[in-house]
């Protein structure tokens, strides 16, 4: 029977011990009576395009026990061929037997214990059987998710009886002031941007606060996890879900700043102080728990990427500021045509007067976007195929072993050099294909882009002031944004014309991400702004301090008590992994509320 809390089958078996195992391990037992050296080799169902690679050698006549990945499905193959470290099998020849385990019902999980015994003379020379059976890893996550629907079930409970108490008893109307407050708007056909719109910082709440849960593992589990190449998981959608929504809030900044009447230096010159601390902020972070290093620092990261790009944004959303200084057209001006037709023609044009404004801001940008692309599909890179985007190293036999992200990686490492690019990327683990760096130079061009798409959807907010208008045309925007990633990735994972890669920041990747983006935003207005249905908390109060939660959680991951370890209690397991995470991010989220209470807000 599988355990809630993901309790090992096991604690001692043939002389070792569940807790040798980290999250994702089990036990697989070789068991040898051949005269012959043998070399195990192994193939994960993440690796693509990959081949059997070496796995460990195995001696003649010998019993071992290795720790294996269960993450993800594996193969085995033995060969009688010299072990050598993390070398492909070329041909067949020398192969003794295949151990397949795609698509088997009995997967090596989580703490199990296995035993391959290999016989050349017998009829099946491998065999590969359990010995004690896994845990179910997913239990214990819905244990936890069970857990905090009880307990946000139980919290409404006691709110809605302490506002009733309220009604009779002045002293329990106290106890019920934590919700942000609301912004009036429940019921209105209207919206202003004068006031504060709540759905903005519970979007971007829920950017950080998700970017802090996986930041701090997310339990361990894969579909938490970064995707290792190609692919889309949730751990990917937050990095842009957090640029994008920047965006947003850069033509309401701008706005602000025309108004006030600011002068053209003391507006760029104070993008150019954000985007640097920005910067050096990032820097700072890079050396946490590393040490400052010069020659092995790591130049570019998350936030120099927010800087970049919130530079080259801002200060042409300040530059090329349509006539009108991004104010909302009169309602009517546009029935002034003196003919039915030039009316027609006036009220197309009003209707996409968030487009038409910014025609010269979309011109570079699309400009980013075809540079992008025509380096990307034809830069040469030394010993490479030409528009290559697979990850290197082992992937089709280590052919492109030095080519991970081809033009994407080869720019970093010519322009950075190998010493000060992201030494330990997603993708090393499986393909072994050395440093890369997932937020690097070039990448810059399409985040650049992605942060635009949020300024357009911010240029909706000042332009249009019903509820309706703001509705549908991010609605549009989202299915526009996702067909043309659907298009460019033809729906696949690996075979589209460009698929969806975060470590590339593919155009398809912006493209998806985007339309997410517009989707979330959507569902929060309504909620948040136009229904008043849910308040934002608890991720409004994280989104009114984004900076604060980012940098804080990177500089205190192994602080207590964000991270901690009690004896006697073992730290590899989901469950325990999962509870810490959400301990850490929750202590996030109660430092947020109380920097709210004392009116505490960093602007940078």
Known sequence: MSSWVENPNFQHFRGHSSEELKLDEA???????????????????????????????????????????????????????????????????SVLCHVETYGSASKMGEFGFYELTINETAHVPCQLKTLVEPVNIY????????????????????????????????????????????????????????????????????????????????????????????????????????????????????????????SLRASILNVIRRAVILFGLGLMLNTAGRGADMEVIRIFGVLQRFGVAYFVVTTCAILLAPGNGYQAVEKGSEDNGSS?????????????????????????????????????????VPGCPRGYLGPGGIENGGRFKGCAGGATGYIDRVVLGMNHIYQKPTSDHVYHAGPFDPEGIFGCLLSIFQVFLGVQAGVVLLYHSSHKARLSRWLIWCVATGMIGAVLSLGSKEDGWIPLNKNLWSLSFVMVTSCFAFFLL???????????????????????????????????????????????????????????????????????????????????
């Open 27 to 93: 036990f697989l037992s070789v068991v040898s009576s051949s005269d012959k050296a043998l070399t195990l080799f192994s193939l994960s169902e993440d690796c693509y395009q990959c081949q059997f690679t070496s796995f460990a050698p195995v001696s003649s006549h010998s019993t071992q026990v290795l720790a294996i990945d269960t993450k993800f499905k594996n193969n085995f193959l033995l060969a009688s061929v010299p072990f050598e470290r993390r070398i492909t099998l070329k041909g067949n020849e």
């Open 139 to 262: 239990l214990s996550l819905l244990l936890i998710i069970l857990i905090l629907a009880a307990a946000t079930f139980l919290w409404k409970v006691v709110k809605n009886a302490l506002t009733l108490l309220g009604k009779y008893f002045p002293r329990f109307r106290a106890l019920n002031k934590n919700e942000a407050p609301g912004d009036g708007s429940k019921g209105q056909k209207t919206a202003t941007t004068k006031k504060r719109l709540k759905s903005l910082d519970t979007f971007r709440g829920i950017s950080i606060i998700v970017m802090i849960f996986v930041n701090y593992g997310g339990g361990g589990y894969w579909f938490l996890d970064h995707a290792t190449w190609n692919g889309l998981q949730i751990a990917d959608l937050v990095f842009p879900w957090f640029m994008w929504i920047m965006g947003v809030c850069i033509p309401i900044s701008v706005r602000s700043v025309l108004k006030r009447g600011t």
């Open 340 to 380: 039915g037709e030039r009316s027609h023609r006036g009220q197309f044009w009003d209707a996409v007067v968030e487009v038409t404004s910014l025609k010269f801001q979309w011109i570079i940008m699309l400009g980013a976007v075809a540079t992008h692309l025509l380096i990307t599909f034809f830069l040469p």
């Open 522 to 604: 959507l569902v929060c207005y309504v909620l948040v702004d136009v229904k008043g249905w849910w308040s934002g908390s608890p991720f409004f109060y994280p989104g009114m301090n984004a900076t604060i939660m980012y940098v804080g959680h990177s500089l205190a991951y192994d602080l207590f008590p964000w991270h901690w370890k009690f004896p006697g209690i073992p730290m590899n397991t989901h469950f325990i992994s999962t509870i810490e995470a959400l301990w850490g991010t929750g202590l996030w989220v109660v430092i947020a509320l109380l920097l709210y209470r004392n009116k505490f807000f960093l602007s940078i």
